[in-house]
Nanobody, 127 residues
Framework: VQLQASGGGLVQAGDSLRLSCTAS????????IGWFRQAPGKKREGVSC????????DYADTVRDRFIISRNNADNTVILQMIDLTPEDTATYYC?????????????????????WGQGTQVTVSS
């Protein structure tokens, strides 16, 4: 699976941003897409995930009330709509795919459970 993430940018606190992840080369729709982010000096953390086949999804507690994940199977795209952004949301955001049973996760949305990764897109939120 090849993944292309886009939509990052520089915004102000309180603004919204919409990230897209487009998948290609998948043999079937039996995979999940996860969104992750990594700030400088910090570990990569899972933000949200969605199962492409049936839409099961999950969020990290830190973004549950502000981020919305959705899928458009017609064009193989997963969207992460982010609202009320804060400087703490500043990071490089990545999307990843896995054919495993990773979403909803047993505990957290773990980067180690995802096999295919796209390039990152930078999100910077100024105060």
């Amino acid at each position: 699976v090849q993944l292309q993430a886009s939509g990052g940018g520089l915004v102000q606190a309180g603004d919204s941003l919409r990230l897209s992840c487009t998948a290609s080369g998948a043999a079937s729709d039996g995979y999940a897409i996860g969104w992750f982010r990594q700030a400088p000096g910090k570990k990569r953390e899972g933000v949200s995930c969605i199962r492409v086949s049936d839409g099961w999804l999950d969020y990290a507690d830190t973004v549950r009330d502000r981020f919305i994940i959705s899928r458009n199977n017609a064009d193989n795209t997963v969207i992460l709509q982010m609202i009320d952004l804060t400087p703490e949301d500043t990071a490089t955001y990545y999307c990843a795919a896995s054919y495993g049973r990773v979403c909803p996760p047993p505990k957290i949305i773990a980067p180690s459970n995802y096999e295919y990764w796209g390039q990152g897109t930078q999100v910077t939120v100024s105060s």
